[in-house]
């Protein structure tokens, strides 16, 4: 490959398609802090050293000299003899660097109310909520469970709690309660933090309420002995005498004096709950002082991060693993000023993102391709109102990006010259794995391109061989990288039945992909039943467990079907009891009802697209239900091969019933 300054090279990958390639331009690659193509090949040589001189850009308050143990293989440590404050590492430091009047976040509220928090008024906001929650009884090892809107103090508790080596749950507040509950259970905390609400799409949307309403599941009695409550929104709540407290009362007997110890590198740092290929959601555990390592570097090099000019602004939520290592911890750690809005982007207004970008001067831009797709649909119009010459690094996360979003991202967003980092990565990996460094890469949209330096990541076939370019396989990360999840809470077993019984001790992250003729790698979505909607992982086994729930419901299948907004969309078929047939002549309106149903029982983002009530479900002669067929009925596609069937009518019976439906 050539390089021409801004040009488009064209060359066919495969099937006859062609993918253009964007070479970075002379001028962003003469600035770029990783420029140097060797940055590879040295980094593959000694992988481990790699690691350990970008975990020396840590403070460690005891230093390491034991860089990967991997005696006991799945289960790796990393830094294992040294020690250092995470919190420290994401505040103090920077303090004393003499960088504390540096504005760390711009909260933007949905409403419209704003403020800049500087890195010493931060530090200075941990430290009052550490002393808060040791006086709480919150002791290194405890965990807390975070039910929050997108606000500062969301922040200020992951770091508090993080201080005093505790581990934080994040639970996104689109969970319902019993999806809270479960978590509070399974990570048995002992203080909730949550927020009387948040704003969102111009509503005040309740998140005390559901933590009362999880707390009283299941006859009442949990492990949670207190819930501290931030006011945001001022709605009404009922606080429990002896269990609740308010944040703002309880905060004013504390000041910000607080000496920070130092934990052990495998310190659990927190835990975040994400969907399997079972009902029960794992329990991701991820740790500190490699997990930190591997997020602030990332976050540095592939966003070409310059923190002492550059505004940067990750859209996610925090309740997810995007939120937890591109909005707190790699931001943070690397001193970087950073953008946090609360809201939706269509309020009150399609422009409020793009106001947000021209309103602080945001340089690095780091969202989704769903919402993307919006955008699409919406119009540039609405975008070209607003200037956003400040951005310079553009970031995809979360699925695939297809080539057309990736073309008008780069157009309409990044002027036709922002380089497009798609970054590949999980809940699991803890930080980003494949993605192009912005000063090096040939830019292919659609592509997540190279395993960065110091991963090792492959494409194999199914008996664990490297499979050539040109060809499809499995995703496979063949060595230790210092993010990784340490196990599954609590359940050693499933970690890892899971995610190593397939390639020995390499890592199978679930996902097909293919190598094409330049050995660049494409992301083909998940190979198991879980599915991927708007960026947000779902399981079909936990939806299909919520809808039997339902009275109406005796068997139920979810498949992912492609959808032009979403990336996936839920598709729900019910089969239901006879009983309930009985009863109710007239089904009308059912599908609705066990739409919302499934919302109320899991949270809004698992609410299927469609819910079709069907008579039979079509299943093998041992009886495992052909999700496949149903896949194509939903996409409307040409209906696959019937042949294993027990009964092969069933098909035309279920695509007629979906039809008169539709
Ligand atoms: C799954 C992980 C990474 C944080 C957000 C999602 C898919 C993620 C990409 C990408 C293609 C992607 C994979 C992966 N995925 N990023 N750039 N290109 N697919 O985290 O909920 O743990 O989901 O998201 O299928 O396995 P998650």
Excluded at 227 to 234: A, D, G, I, S
Aim: overall charge negative.
């Amino acid at each position: 490959m050539t390089e021409q300054n801004g040009t488009i090279e064209s060359h066919p990958v495969h099937h006859g398609e062609v993918a253009e390639t964007y070479p970075p331009n002379a001028e962003f690659k003469a600035q770029a802090r990783v420029n140097d193509p060797s940055v590879y090949w040295r980094a593959a040589q000694d992988p481990e050293g790699y690691w350990a001189d970008e975990a020396t850009n840590l403070q460690w308050t005891k230093p390491f000299t034991e860089i990967l143990d991997w005696s006991n293989p799945p289960f790796a440590k990393w830094f294992a003899d040294g020690e250092l404050n995470v919190s420290v590492n994401c505040l103090d430091r920077h303090v004393a660097a003499g960088l504390g009047d540096r504005v760390a976040i711009h909260f933007e509220g949905e409403p419209g109310d704003a403020r800049s928090i500087t890195y010493a008024e931060l530090t200075h906001e941990v430290k009052r909520a550490a002393n808060m929650l040791t006086s709480l009884g919150v002791t290194a090892g405890d965990r807390v469970a975070l039910y929050m809107p997108m606000i500062p103090e969301t922040v200020i508790s992951m770091l508090a709690v993080a201080r005093l080596g505790a581990a934080h749950s994040v639970v996104f507040g689109g969970f319902s309660a019993e999806s809270l509950r479960a978590r509070i259970d399974d990570a048995e905390a002992e203080l909730v933090i949550t927020a009387d609400g948040g704003y969102r799409k111009s509503r005040v949307s309740a998140l005390k309420p559901t933590v009362d309403d999880a707390l009283a599941l299941h006859g009442g009695g949990s492990t949670v002995q207190k819930v501290l409550v931030v006011e945001r929104t001022k709605n009404d709540v009922t606080m429990e005498p002896g269990r609740d407290l308010w944040w703002h009362e309880e905060i004013t007997a504390y000041d910000g004096d607080h000496e920070a110890q130092g934990f052990p590198a495998e310190n659990p740092l927190f835990i975040l709950y994400t969907s399997g290929t079972t009902g029960k959601p794992k329990g991701i555990l991820h740790t500190s002082g490699g997990y930190l390592t591997q997020v602030s570097t990332t976050h540095r090099n592939v966003f070409d991060l310059k923190p002492e000019t550059d505004v940067y602004w990750c859209t996610a939520d925090i309740g997810w693993i995007t939120g937890h290592s591109y909005v707190v911890y790699g931001p943070l750690a690397n001193g970087a000023t950073q953008v946090i809005y609360e809201g939706t982007p269509e309020t009150p207004t399609w422009g409020r993102w793009w106001e947000i970008i021209q309103k602080y001067g945001v340089s690095i831009f780091y969202t989704a391709p769903t919402a993307i797709r919006s955008f699409m649909k919406i119009g540039r119009q609405v975008p070209e109102q607003y200037d956003l010459s400040s951005i310079r690094v553009l970031g995809s996360v979360g699925e695939p990006i297809n080539p057309e979003a990736w073309r008008w991202y780069r157009e309409v967003i990044g002027a036709g010259s922002a380089p497009i980092v798609d970054t590949w990565w999980q809940t699991e990996t803890g930080a980003m794995m494949i993605a192009p460094l912005p000063g090096l890469t040939h830019l292919k949209p659609g592509s997540a391109q190279a395993p960065l330096p110091g991963i090792s990541a492959t494409v194999a076939d199914d008996d664990g061989n490297p499979v050539s370019n040109g060809q499809g396989g499995l995703l496979v990360v063949q060595r230790p990288w210092p993010a990784m999840v340490r196990t599954i809470w609590g359940d050693d077993e499933r970690f890892k039945e899971t995610y190593w019984e397939k390639f020995g001790d390499r890592y199978f992250a679930g996902d097909g992909a293919r190598l094409d003729e330049d050995g660049d790698l494409w992301l083909l979505g998940r190979v198991d039943d879980v599915m991927n909607v708007s960026g947000h992982r779902l399981s079909t086994a936990e939806i299909e467990s919520a809808l039997i729930e339902n009275h109406a419901v005796a068997e139920s299948a979810v498949v992912g079907a492609d959808d032009p907004t979403t990336g996936q969309a839920v598709v729900a078929f019910c089969v239901l009891k006879e009983s309930y047939l009985t009863d109710h002549v007239n089904t009308e309106g059912l599908d609705q009802e066990l739409r919302v149903f499934v919302g109320k029982q899991i949270g809004a983002i698992a609410r299927p697209r469609n819910v079709y009530i069907v008579a039979e479900l079509p299943k093998t002669r041992s009886g495992k239900i052909m999700r496949r067929l149903l896949k194509d009925i939903a996409e409307g596609k040409e209906i696959g091969d019937t042949s294993t069937l027990a009964d092969t009518m069933v098909m035309s019976t279920i695509q007629d019933q979906v039809i008169g439906k539709k």
